[in-house]
């Protein structure tokens, strides 16, 4: 089926992307006003300098030329003066809408389910964030500001040469509707086959390529070679008619468009002859109206090039909006965070409960189920299990960011699933395993869980976390600029710093999902040491960690062996043993045989 136009969900999808935008009304008028002014200044220098021409083939005296002269040099400094200006209005327009728009989606994105943020990959959400952010930004300054100057100088450029013969005016209009709506619906149509084609060919070129690089001893063995190679150029092929498909409905535009221009001007020199034959007009009105269309069209050619902005817009206001929850329960959401922040408010010292809890992701089996734990400010908890047992699923649930499949999980008696994001983490912050580090200053990533932070306070976090030598040996201490993803750190000082961005949220309660994995064992057992230490000395936090590093848990008060009852690959998990280190030494042979692999290992 042809599209002709946007979809219904690409119009909803980008109308929601706009409203998220938050365009400043003043600036967006200020951009309109100027790029209009910018292209009547150019419509202004042409029917101005037709004028001048005309009048001079009289050879009338030189002072009867002079105003004119004097505005073609007005309006064409003013051409160039209005659209530098438009440029800066429309590119501040377009930068601090992205960046609005970023915040707001990061907030709305507050209001998912834990659920479907996980289900989209880091890589897209990333490109997301990036790319069709960008497109929605260009949006604003390649396709709608240009779309409302054409129109509002065509307007006017319409009853302008009405006023002087309502004929050409007419058929100004026709061709201005031709060049700017008509031809613009060609280059819709161009773009969305390019779009189409060209991913579907580059996606199949792509396999079969990836296909030859991997099996090329396979299929030179099987004497496919030469049949694959056939059918990676019959994809080229393919791609080329797609180009070339692309290129028909580009050229009917570029056609039109030639063809609305071309109209308008020779109707408004016929009509002029016959005017000035009445004598309804002086002579030199001819010259201006059949000349000044040509610049009324500058407007309309670069509706062709907004189209395609258009269109690359819309999809990527649908790629953006697909990973946002509905709008109806972003409103419920903020409307009970409102009502929960001012109603509930959890008294200290904070003290998180799991009663017979299971847990599960939505949609998903039961993971574990019968959990009973107590964390409270001063706890040194720690949890061990074989590697997809369910434990990184058990601190999501305890933090609040999935809810119970049953049971429950309150801190202070108040279910914390159901507080305000923001509450909850000041209760209990989790820092799971594939924590990013932004290609920014150290002090930026700590800033991350406390935008407050300041530089005294988090020299202090990096102490406690355990880098307080390697931070006196930067040249530029706090300030120094880490790669993105910690490719200029190394394991143990990426950990280190993510311990000390979880401390910086000052939350009573601490979670922390691997902290020592793609450690050496040494330094991951000095870390979770560090760790299970935290405010000891003022016991004022509790600490829970997902961890298979034994060796360092004689600093945990509580540790809980999460494993499944009867071996049955089917059945829930749960804490099969807790109890001390020492204790689970002597009652857990699985435990105890563990704890002396590691240290055999080590040895």
Not at 292 to 309: D, M, R
Not at 364 to 381: E, S
Not at 396 to 408: E, F, M
Not at 472 to 481: C, K, V
Request: one cysteine or more.
């Amino acid at each position: 089926m042809k599209t002709w136009f946007i979809t219904t969900e690409e119009r909803q999808a980008l109308k929601r992307a706009i409203r998220l935008l938050e365009l400043k009304p003043g600036t967006l008028f200020l951009a309109c006003f100027l790029g209009a002014a910018g292209l009547g200044a150019s419509i202004a220098l042409g029917a101005t300098a037709a004028w001048l021409i005309a009048r001079a083939s009289q050879m009338p005296p030189v002072l009867y030329l002079e105003v004119a002269v004097v505005s073609v040099r007005l309006f064409g400094i003013s051409k160039a003066v209005f659209r530098y200006l438009e440029r800066l209005a429309s590119h501040q327009l377009g930068v601090s809408g992205m960046t609005t728009l970023r915040t707001n989606l990061y907030k709305t994105l507050s209001h998912s389910d834990t659920a479907r943020i996980a289900s989209l990959r880091r890589g897209d959400i990333l490109d997301r964030m990036g790319t069709d952010v960008d497109n929605i930004g260009d949006f604003v300054v390649k396709s709608l500001l240009p779309a409302m100057v054409a129109a509002i100088v065509g307007i006017i450029t319409v009853i302008g040469i009405s006023l002087v013969d309502w004929r050409a005016g007419l058929f100004l209009t026709l061709g201005l509707l031709l060049s700017g709506v008509v031809g613009p619906l060609f280059t819709i149509r161009s773009t969305r086959i390019a779009q189409r084609r060209e991913t579907e060919s580059r996606a199949h070129i792509s396999e079969v390529a990836m296909t030859i690089v991997d099996g090329a001893a396979q299929i030179t063995v099987d004497g496919q070679t030469q049949q694959v190679l056939a059918g990676l150029s019959d994809l080229e092929d393919q791609l080329y008619d797609a180009k070339d498909a692309t290129a028909k409905p580009a050229a009917w535009a570029a056609a039109i468009d030639v063809f609305g221009m071309l109209m308008s001007v020779i109707m408004a020199a016929y009509f002029g002859i016959f005017a000035v034959n009445d004598q309804s007009i002086p002579e030199v009105m001819l010259a201006v109206l059949a000349l000044t269309p040509l610049s009324a069209f500058e407007g309309t050619s670069q509706l062709g090039s907004a189209a395609q902005q258009l269109v690359i817009s819309a999809t990527s206001a649908v790629r953006i909006m697909n990973m946002l929850p509905p709008e109806e329960q972003v409103k419920a959401a903020e409307e009970t965070e409102e009502v929960l922040t001012e109603n509930c408010k959890p008294s200290e010292p904070s003290i998180l409960e799991a009663k017979d809890l299971a847990i599960g992701w939505p949609g998903g089996p039961v993971v574990a189920d019968g959990i009973n734990l107590r964390l409270a400010p001063g706890d040194h908890l720690a949890i061990v299990g074989q590697s997809g047992i369910g434990k990184t699923t058990l601190l999501y649930t305890l933090s609040g960011l999935l809810k119970p499949v049953a049971g429950s999980v309150k801190i202070d008696g108040v279910d914390i699933s159901s507080l305000p994001r923001t509450q909850a983490a000041a209760n209990f912050v989790i820092t799971p395993e594939d924590a990013h580090i932004f290609e920014t200053t150290i002090l930026e990533n700590l800033r991350v869980a406390n935008g407050q932070l300041s530089v005294s306070e988090g020299e202090e976090l990096l102490i406690e976390a355990g880098l307080g030598d390697w931070l006196s040996s930067l040249p530029d201490g706090i300030e120094t600029e880490l790669g993105s993803g910690a490719t200029t750190i190394s394991g143990g000082e990426r950990r280190r710093i993510l311990l000390a961005r979880a401390l910086a949220a000052k939350a009573p309660l601490l979670a922390l999902d691997e902290p020592g994995e793609h450690l050496d064992p040494e330094t991951a057992d000095a870390l979770l040491r560090d760790l299970l230490t935290a405010g000891s000395e003022d016991h004022q936090r509790g600490v829970i960690l997902v961890t298979h590093r034994l060796t360092p848990l004689d600093q945990a008060d509580q540790v809980f062996i999460m494993d499944k009852p009867h071996g049955s690959p089917d059945e829930p998990a749960t804490f099969v043993a807790q109890g001390t280190h020492r204790e689970l030494l002597e009652s857990h042979q699985g435990y105890a045989w563990s704890l002396r692999q590691e240290q055999v290992d080590v040895f």
